[in-house]
């Protein structure tokens, strides 16, 4: 739910760079290797295969798309069901969906990126770059860095102004009202939950260097990790003529909705469009593979945990029983007695998206779908639930092949 707040909008200052752009690198695409697949998760992969299409049968799920990254090799992806439910085209593997809050782990890979070049420190200043800006009280301001609002520590109430994201206000205009609500909480204190807040790291990045947030993301991310249908704003989406259409319950039946422009207005927290190929390049690069773009170090920091944070969603309560939750930067973070699983879901105009990384097990798997429901909300607890079936002869197999140091393309 919207926080409901009773807001006077105040005259947008232009937001001034202190500093010129800087030079940026280009940074040069440099594809990992391929592996032979384990045998074991082969057959582990036609099982999860087999669950998900009664999954999705028994959920009526329209359309969906899910893909599995093992190491730096794409081992499963596959479109499920219809693009619209009234029209016969398949989900592919280039069918485009927005991807909702996973968006934010964009946000912070991006980040990452340019802390890597030095043009950016986690520890910067949102006021340094953005001079106008303020918190009420004012004498927080010179508190807030780049960690807190990637981390939803900003101690804004939970949800500020998310009511005026859905009714299409300019993100310069939220951004404004935010100096005009106490604080729920210090700086760097609690965790509360945001979009309008967690996309000042979109202007902050366009002051420091001179282009816009998406077309960083588009230089820095999808073009290096070659995601040739992801996009960042509607116009996009629009224009493509593969992709998904959103669903809405109507009378016990899935129906298709609008597409409607909410949440482009907050880039960097819900506005990314990518089809599951673009998701799984981006998955390869998550698992440490692709350091000409981001570093494994970089990422150890995306994924550490800065502050508790409640998990919401139950089904990986169930997969096994969590000792705790936290949210990294960009990231939810779920510890289990044994195990750490890094994860994002979002839900935005009838569209469900989950992202799961294991490092441990050199694991990622996606999910888009363009409905919510079972098949969005169990299917990654569903794989690491049999995968975990499956481990001992898995490890096995690659304790057995590691010394032969293949990297050996799938057929």
Known sequence: M????????????????????????????????????????KELLKEYEDEILELSKES?????????????????????????VLKPDSVD????????????????????SLVEDTLLAWSDTVVHY???????????????TVRHVLSHTTGLPYHAFTNMVEE???????????????????????????????????????SRTGKSYNEQLRDRVFLPLNMTNASVDYASMMKNI??????????????????????????????????????????IALLGNRPDVITPETLKELFTPEVKAPSKNRNYGRMHRLSNSYYGLGWRVLHYPNDTLIYHGGYVNGYRSEVAINNKERIAVCILANSPGDLADNGIPLFFNLYEARRDSIVAWEKKRKPLGEKLALP
């Open 2 to 41: 919207g926080l409901l707040v009773i807001v006077v909008p105040l005259l947008v200052a232009q937001v001034i760079t202190r500093e010129q752009p800087p030079e940026q690198r280009v940074k040069k695409v440099a594809e990992p290797p391929k592996r032979a697949i384990n045998p074991h998760f």
């Open 60 to 84: 009526h799920t329209p359309g969906a798309a899910i893909a599995v990254v093992y190491d730096s090799t794409i081992v499963f992806m596959k479109g499920f069901g219809l693009r619209n």
């Open 93 to 112: 593997i280039n069918t485009v969906f927005r991807i909702a809050s996973v968006s934010k782990c964009f946000a912070s890979f991006l980040a990452g």
């Open 130 to 144: 953005l001079p106008t800006f303020h918190l009420k009280p004012r004498e927080e301001t010179g508190k807030l």
């Open 168 to 206: 299409g206000a300019s993100l310069d205009s939220m951004l404004s009202w935010l100096g005009n609500i106490n604080l729920a909480s210090p700086v760097g204190r609690a965790y509360s939950y945001q979009n309008v807040a967690y996309s000042i790291v979109g202007k902050v990045i366009e």
């Open 242 to 283: 593969n992709i998904a259409t959103p669903h809405q319950l109507a009378r016990g039946k899935w129906r298709p909705a609008k597409i409607t422009d909410t949440y482009y207005n907050v880039a960097p927290a819900g506005g990314v469009n990518a089809s599951i190929s673009d998701m799984a390049n981006w998955m």
